[in-house]
């Protein structure tokens, strides 16, 4: 496995498919939890432990209103964390501020507001770094993206 995803409560599935569904583009295996920070602590810690001694190399955390997951698992691995900020409360604002204004040494990479895809885009361009088959992936996926949005939009657009 080389990515985790990692969310507080289950009414942030929805949210979080997109992180899935970048990592499945990638062929990126994956592993997603429901685990709090608040109400099973013991349980992420041991979830943690298991991603550590199995290799993991990124993990995507969502979290909304106080937002603590993301900063929590940072605090507890040296794995790589890229916060997720989940709109729940005064537009999602509470949880980005949250995440990205982590202290001194225990970084939050963060993403928008809502925006687990790019979270999942994230950890494609890491691993990008360590594996060439990823990164042909990333580049042929930049390329399309490009020559697509040429061709979707060489016609001009009428107001």
Known sequence: MKVAIIFGSKSDVEVMRGAAKCLREFEIPYEAFVLSAHRVPEKLAEVLLRLEEEGCEAIIA??????????????????????????AAINGLDALYSIVQMPKSIPVATVGINNS???GMMAVQMLSIKYPEIKEKLITFRKEMKENFIKDNEAGVEL
Do not use: M
């Open 62 to 87: 969502g979290a909304g209103l106080a937002a603590h997951l993301p900063g929590v698992i940072a605090s507890k691995t040296t794995i790589p964390v890229i916060g997720v900020p989940i709109n």
């Open 117 to 119: 895809y790019n979270g």
